[in-house]
């Protein structure tokens, strides 16, 4: 059954989606600004996730906080995140306090910079800065998810730089320049409000407009530059990181079709194939069979602009070397290079997905999300509608096609982290 979609615009340019479903007294709330770390200047990264963090810091009528705390009160859960393209704040509350979560997410696009002191900004930096030693830099490969696009990306692209930032840029972030950054990017011409639940459509329409309806369009944005690349990287990189681990891990990233094109759900298959659950090759291959692993998985980025990536994710068994290890991989990725898929593989991973995706959508929260991702990337929520159709649509030919122009020795940007020990042995 279609998801239920309506949607407009306000005069202000916000793009706000409906989708009404009594099934549960619940409604969510989810806020999409379409700026990620893409966006960023290449001497200021971070202040995409940045401002996921001084979101929550108040606004001229919150105090730091009292948004985690209003709705907790009201027996509502809420966070946000922040990706290379997207930045997103969502809410799921009891039906009857929709009007409370549309009222805060609009008092923080609205009225944020009144509420901006410099004691929150160095609050909230040494929280990010803390973020990141925790989860990055003494993380047993915490850098894997800058390394890798840094190795795909060339450097003057947007995807090229860390999401989290470095240090060095986030200690140099003024008043001035988070100011200007709030300033330009979050703005209701630059978001997609979505609903998604327990409500009455005519009451939600009323009290959208009168919360985001006086906030005032954003100026001028500066564009992306061309975010268009070569379909491969036109010839193996590789990186061999000397980490504190126990055991080697490769990852593998390939340039893919960009998510929404036709040769997007091609890639996505294909991962699935690879390593989506127990049952697909890299599992059965690498950990049951060989035992050169003991965990293996491959999904896509999903990025929208550009190119996406296909990444690969493998960990060695103990006792099983570095080179060993890159061995077994690159042989799996070049039998699929070379002799495609088979039928039954394909109609495997389409029903994992396409399960994933229906089920996902049970959930008020998930819906709402993923109807703001279809708004912000294709100006569309109601092509939500359409994937398990696009799915459908690809052939085992396709997906073959796809890991002949994809995954070939031409399109891997290989990283691999070694115990300090052996690394000087493995990058001879």
């Known amino acids: 059954m279609p998801i239920p979609v309506e949607h407009y615009h306000l005069p202000n340019g916000l793009h706000v989606v409906l989708s009404e479903d009594h099934t549960a007294p619940i409604v969510a709330v989810n806020l999409w600004y379409h700026v990620g770390s893409a966006n960023e200047r290449a001497d200021r990264t971070g202040f995409a996730h940045l401002f996921e963090h001084m979101l929550f810091q108040g606004s001229a009528n919150v105090e730091a906080n009292e948004h985690f705390e209003l709705v907790q009160r009201a027996g509502g859960t809420l966070n946000g995140s922040t990706w290379l393209d997207r930045t997103n704040y969502y809410e799921t509350v009891p039906s009857n306090q929709l009007a409370l979560a549309l009222w805060l997410e609009a008092d923080r696009m609205a009225r944020l910079l009144p509420a901006m002191t410099q004691q929150k900004l160095d609050t909230q930096r040494d929280v990010v800065k803390n973020e990141r030693r925790w989860s990055v830099d003494n993380q047993p490969y915490?850098?894997?998810?800058?390394?890798?696009?840094?190795?795909?990306?060339?450097?003057?692209?947007?995807?090229?730089?860390?999401?989290?930032?470095?240090?060095?840029?986030?200690?140099?972030?003024?008043?001035?320049?988070?100011?200007?950054?709030?300033?330009?990017?979050?703005?209701?011409?630059?978001?997609?409000?979505?609903?998604?639940?327990?409500f009455e459509p005519g009451e939600a329409r009323r009290l959208v407009e009168a919360h985001f309806g006086p906030i005032p369009r954003g100026g001028p944005r500066p564009a992306l530059p061309d975010m268009t690349l070569p379909p491969t990287l036109g010839g193996a990189r590789r990186e061999v990181v000397e980490d504190a681990v126990a055991l080697p891990r490769v990852f593998v990233g390939c340039r893919t079709p960009a998510f929404g094109t036709d040769g997007y759900y091609a890639a996505s298959l294909a991962a699935a194939v690879l390593g989506l659950r127990t049952g697909c090759r890299l599992e059965q291959s690498l950990v049951r069979r060989q035992r050169v692993a003991s965990q293996a998985s491959a999904f896509t980025y999903d990025l929208a602009k550009g190119s996406d990536l296909l990444v690969v994710d493998v960990t060695a068994h103990p006792d099983v070397s570095p080179e060993a290890l890159e061995a077994a991989v690159m042989a799996e990725l070049e039998l699929l290079h070379r002799d495609g898929v088979t039928e039954a593989e394909v109609g495997r991973a389409r029903a994992l997905i396409e399960t994933s995706f229906v089920t996902s959508l049970q959930s008020a929260a998930e819906r709402a999300d993923q109807l703001s991702r279809f708004a912000t990337y294709f100006g569309d929520p109601a092509l939500v509608n359409e994937q398990v159709a696009r799915y459908q649509r690809v052939t085992a030919a396709d997906v073959g096609a796809l890991c002949r122009e994809r995954l070939g020795a031409d399109n891997r940007g290989v990283l691999l982290y070694v115990p300090q020990a052996e690394s000087v042995a493995v990058a001879a």
């Open 142 to 198: 915490g850098t894997w998810w800058e390394r890798l696009p840094a190795l795909c990306f060339p450097e003057t692209h947007p995807f090229h730089h860390s999401l989290i930032g470095s240090m060095e840029h986030l200690s140099a972030a003024s008043l001035e320049d988070v100011a200007g950054f709030f300033a330009t990017w979050y703005a209701p011409d630059n978001a997609v409000l979505t609903i998604a639940g327990d």
